[in-house]
């Protein structure tokens, strides 16, 4: 269990902390921050601030692994397992508050399926499918749209642009396209694949 990997295990035990501050209802809850006609509930903001927090340390972890030569198979395991639990977690939290459609969360949760079945296959005929600059692109447009959505697009808001629905299509296009150019450049190990 080295340091990689405890960071990883931390990005893990976040997520239901994170859900906690969003869905439950406390009463006990400090009334919103308001400007104007803004509102942020402070549940939000501090369920933001657990997402960031959280989705900061998976770069954090990979680069400790390969500096420190601390690659282990749990961090291979665990690593893109926290990435997609967080994200799906909170996704479907946005859903369960009605930020977004469940449509949306279907695509991108498929496409996270479907490149991790593809790793899975490359894994078992000895390859490696890397990370593309494609799906780094999604990561970090999904991580801003999801923030955007948290804090009601603030600050956007007062000028009057939507950057919260303009960041969750880029999101899903970026989704998308990405899974896509995985699956046309590794092509190759679907057909001739043994599994």
Request: hydrophobic share 55%.
């Amino acid at each position: 269990m080295n340091l990689p990997n405890r960071i990883t295990i931390t990005r893990i035990c976040l997520i239901p902390v994170m859900m906690l501050a969003l869905l439950v209802d406390f009463d006990f809850y400090p009334p919103p921050i308001e400007i104007g006609a803004f509102k942020l509930p402070y549940n939000q903001l501090i369920a933001a601030i657990i997402f960031l927090v959280a989705a900061s340390t998976d770069g954090l972890d990979g680069y400790l692994a390969r500096k420190n030569n601390m690659v282990t198979n749990l961090g291979k395991l665990l690593d893109p397992l926290a990435d997609k639990l967080l994200v799906t977690a909170i996704l479907v939290s946005l859903v369960e508050m009605g930020k977004i459609d469940s449509w949306i969360v279907v695509v991108i949760v498929s496409r996270e399926f479907a490149v991790t079945g593809l790793r899975q296959i490359a894994l078992l005929d000895g390859s490696v499918v890397a990370a593309s600059n494609w799906g780094k692109l999604k990561t970090i447009i999904q991580i801003v749209a999801i923030v955007a959505l948290l804090i009601n697009n603030f600050p956007f808001v007062f000028l009057g642009i939507p950057f919260d629905l303009i960041a969750i299509w880029a999101a899903v296009l970026i989704t998308i396209y990405s899974g896509i150019d995985y699956f046309v450049k590794n092509i190759h190990l679907l057909s001739s694949s043994k599994v």
